[in-house]
């Protein structure tokens, strides 16, 4: 109970220090104090304050010694070696009282700031996210009523007989698709694409917002994968992505890319398992060997090379391993490439070369 009492009234002692300058040195942080006599004579020892008894000016007598308390504001235990500092009455006690009321009554106005401000960050967010949705609705209404009629539009299906488009047979022969003339009221915007290659397909704009629309679009009507039909710019050799917006009216910058739809075909099977180079895949079958020795997938070489060349300035691939160069002639073999496949990567080459020759 002595020693108790003496840790809850050394707090005083211990806001005094500062006009012992020998005391400061010693203050260190513990998490308890010692609990009885027996603790408090070896924490005492260890603390060794007699080692100070000499050279401190605090005290005349021999009271420079041990003690463990509470700090300033009677948040943490402390040890520290001080003079004894003897008090009456109840003026540690208040003291304490006063300390942890002024603590707590900061605490509570700090918490209650920091709810205010949790809460106005919040309402922030709702009304962002709100405004954003009320800006996505707002644009799709506006992007669909007041799209640009860059294509002739058939106004009156008694105004056309007949539209005529390629077939998707080789010998590109032409058919006739007789509209259905009994709903008077039609009215669908149409556009014509070009493949690289230069076969032309029609297909209705309606509802296409997004490259992906119209890859899905012309996907189904041309009974193409969707993989295998991409939207291209060929004159500054890039890809388009399928987030990006589509313009009607600039329609001529869109060109067709129908790929090949079974890049394995006439590759022959060694029966082994092999490392994919670019994918580091084990791939027993399907497999291309290229010039370097290393092993690859048709579909896995072109997704590289699409994701490489475009765009980037590059005039060659490299080995991702040894560094050897892949050469156009071998990327277009071992990709089992398409007609219109060869074309662009053609197409990508000399931009880039022309980019490199600039950067010079």
Request: aromatic residues 6%; neutral net charge.
């Amino acid at each position: 109970m002595i020693s108790l009492s003496v840790i809850v009234c050394s707090i005083v002692q211990l806001a005094s220090s500062a006009s012992c300058p020998q005391s400061i040195p010693t203050v260190s942080v513990v998490p308890r104090c010692p609990s009885n006599e027996k603790e408090w004579i070896s924490a005492a020892k260890r603390k060794n304050c007699s080692a100070l008894e000499n050279c401190q000016t605090c005290s005349k007598d021999r009271s420079f010694v041990y003690h463990c308390v509470l700090n300033k504001n009677a948040t943490e235990l402390v040890e520290v070696c001080a003079p004894i500092w003897y008090m009456s009455d109840q003026m540690c006690y208040r003291h304490i009282k006063f300390s942890t009321a002024s603590q707590s009554e900061k605490g509570e106005h700090t918490t209650f700031v920091m709810t205010v401000i949790i809460a106005v960050l919040v309402i922030l967010v709702i009304l962002v996210i709100s405004l954003l949705i009320f800006i996505r609705i707002n644009w799709k209404k506006n992007n669909n009523s007041i799209k640009p009629r860059c294509e002739k539009i058939a106004e009156n299906v008694y105004e056309l007989d007949e539209l005529i488009i390629e077939s998707k047979d080789d010998s590109k022969e032409i058919e006739k698709i007789s509209l259905d003339t009994t709903r008077k009221d039609v009215v669908e915007e149409v556009a014509n694409f070009v493949t690289m290659s230069g076969k032309n397909i029609l297909c209705s704009l309606k509802n296409v917002v997004t490259i992906r629309d119209l890859r899905e679009k012309l996907s189904e009507k041309e009974s193409v994968p969707l993989k295998c039909l991409l939207v291209v710019d060929k004159e500054n050799g890039v890809l388009y992505q399928d987030a990006t917006v589509f313009e009607p009216c600039k329609k001529e910058r869109y060109t067709l890319m129908v790929g090949n739809t079974n890049r394995t075909q006439g590759f022959k099977e060694d029966g082994n398992v092999h490392t994919d180079v670019i994918s580091n895949k084990q791939i027993s079958h399907g497999k291309c060997q290229m010039c370097c020795g290393h092993f690859t997938v048709p579909e896995t070489l072109f997704d590289w090379v699409k994701d490489k060349l475009p765009g980037s300035g590059d005039v060659e691939l490299q080995c991702p391993r040894c560094s050897d160069v892949w050469e156009e002639e071998e990327l277009v073999k071992k990709c089992n490439m398409s007609e219109d496949e060869k074309l662009f990567l053609n197409c990508v080459l000399e931009v880039n070369e022309k980019t490199k020759k600039m950067k010079q």
